[in-house]
């Protein structure tokens, strides 16, 4: 099956046991180095509790930390270590951090976007996922060009498998074929903060299948594609690097998209 009639890709083994190892090591040194005392911003996308939130705004270049719904205790005070309440850390890890720069700019990746036919490449977001266990938050089904519309579309999602991703701690369930039918809303940025706007669709659950990968596999995700990942039950983590590309040849980033740059991000290559 093809990207063009799926809509999603499954490369095994894009990244090495070595890579991985450093993204992950590094992350560790990164949270022992956050200070869970200046920030309890929560990333859910139940509940968009984001609306005018600077953290979440200002996210957009820099690296900052979110909290999973479920680490805090009725008084407020996290439930476990901050090692295992964090849901994400995003959302410029690619261009900030020098180990996930040299992941993101690698030279696979970029013949990967010129196979896709992109021109002038940028990752206009990153984020790294712990889907923690036990409490790690589902995320609702979705299509990536909803939150990083170009005038016409041109994201793809990236996503790296860090660790095994299964049915029993979370993986990427998708529905084949449904970035076919267009992209059906938009998260829009206003005077009022974020909001989407459309109704949230109704997907029937049959229609999706699991993405059970191994770490190393990067799937590749078509902008339209509706995908979405349930609550970790489990005892295992599932991390993953997700981060996200879109042209800047061709094609205009929306102004009301929730990512407003102060600095226009560093291209992956000019063709
Ligand atoms: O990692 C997940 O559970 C979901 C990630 C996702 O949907 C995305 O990055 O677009």
Known sequence: MSFQSQGYLVLESFTSPEEINAMRKRMDQLLDEFDCSSTSSIFS?????????????ESAEKVSFFF??????????????????????????????????????????????KSLDYKRPVIIQSMYIFKQPGIGGEVVPHQDNSF??????????????LEDATILNGCLWAIPGSHKGGLVRRFIRDEEGVHFDRP????????????????????????????????????????????HAIDTVGCKWAPDNWIRRKVDPEPLYVS
């Open 45 to 57: 996308t139940k509940n968009q509790k984001h609306t005018t939130d600077n953290y979440f705004y």
């Open 68 to 113: 999973e719904e479920k680490a805090f205790d009725e008084d407020g005070n996290l439930k476990q270590p901050k090692q295992l309440s964090i849901n994400k850390v995003g959302h410029a890890l690619h261009e900030i951090d020098l180990v996930f720069k040299k992941f993101t700019f690698s030279e696979e990746l970029s013949s990967l976007l």
């Open 148 to 161: 990083l519309y170009t005038e016409p579309t041109t994201c793809t999602g990236l996503w790296l498998a």
């Open 200 to 243: 949230f669709p109704s997907y029937e659950e049959k229609d999706f299948v699991p993405l059970e990968v191994k770490a190393g596999s990067l799937v590749v995700i078509h902008g339209d594609l509706i995908h979405q990942s349930f609550e970790n039950q489990s005892s295992k983590s599932r991390h993953a690097y997700s981060f």
